[in-house]
């Protein structure tokens, strides 16, 4: 079974760029969330998906954050304008949210460098 | 709001050393519990699963633990290796199965 695919695996850029991420869930997962990760700290939930309907997005900075699920599958992850302290891992997530089965299966993450 | 906190931050043990990491969690009302583990520069792999009716998991070496009613877990490995360094991470799924994680614990086993 594949896993959580993501891309770009590293982005560097200045301040006030624009960046995406891509994630690609495992086939048949229903949920996907958005997890920002800094240096030293647990994952933080920006955005949870169930199909292509938004369920928590309590946690995203909606001024320079954006983030679409088209179709229920695919989701990019949009900062713009990017600050310093965006500088973050983005971990992508999904589960099969089923009643028998909520195991959250992850990426590799995005490691995002901004200077 | 869910909080989750882990203890010890960090911990370092000889090889060989059983040894047990902890977490807990201010709202009991969860619907499970992941532990994770998280090599440096990776993303996260899911090591166990508790359902909040469930009171352990097992899995190899590893042994993890819940008590709901005072918002504990506990991770136990057994016969430590070098190979089980990494970061550990303990997460709580709320009623909408979003994840509350912890800060994690890095942990060292020295050979």
């Known amino acids: 079974e594949a896993g959580v695919a993501q891309s770009p695996r590293y982005k560097i850029i200045e301040k006030r760029q624009s960046v995406a991420f891509w994630c690609n869930p495992i086939?048949?997962?229903?949920?996907l969330y958005w997890y920002q990760q800094i240096l030293g700290q647990g994952p933080k939930l920006l955005i949870q998906?169930?199909?292509?309907?938004?369920?928590?997005d309590s946690q995203l900075p909606k001024d320079r954050f954006s983030a679409e699920r088209l179709k229920g599958v695919d989701s990019t992850l949009k900062i713009q304008p990017a600050k310093l302290e965006d500088s973050a891992v983005y971990l992508c997530?999904?589960?099969?949210?089923?009643?028998?089965?909520?195991?959250?299966?992850f990426g590799q993450g995005t490691r995002l460098t901004v200077v | 709001k869910q909080e989750v906190t882990q203890i010890p931050a960090a911990l370092s043990v000889p090889e060989g050393e059983n040894l047990v990491l902890n977490c807990s969690f201010t709202?009991?009302?969860?619907?499970?519990l992941q532990w994770f583990r998280q090599d440096p520069g990776k993303g996260l792999t899911s090591l166990l699963l508790?359902?909040?009716?469930?009171r352990e998991q097992t899995s190899g070496r590893l042994n993890a633990s819940l008590d709901k009613s005072s918002g504990r877990s506990t991770l136990y490995i057994a016969a430590s290796q070098p190979g089980d360094s990494a970061t550990y991470l303990c997460?709580?799924?709320?009623?909408?199965?979003?994840?509350?994680f912890g800060s994690g614990t890095q942990l060292t086993v020295l050979p």
């Open positions: 997530a999904s589960s099969l949210d089923s009643a028998a089965n909520t195991e959250a299966f």
């Open positions: 086939s048949g997962h229903a949920t």
């Open positions: 998906f169930q199909n292509n309907g938004v369920v928590d």
């Open positions: 709202d009991s009302a969860i619907y499970n």
């Open positions: 508790i359902q909040s009716s469930q």
């Open positions: 997460a709580v799924s709320g009623s909408a199965r979003q994840l509350t």
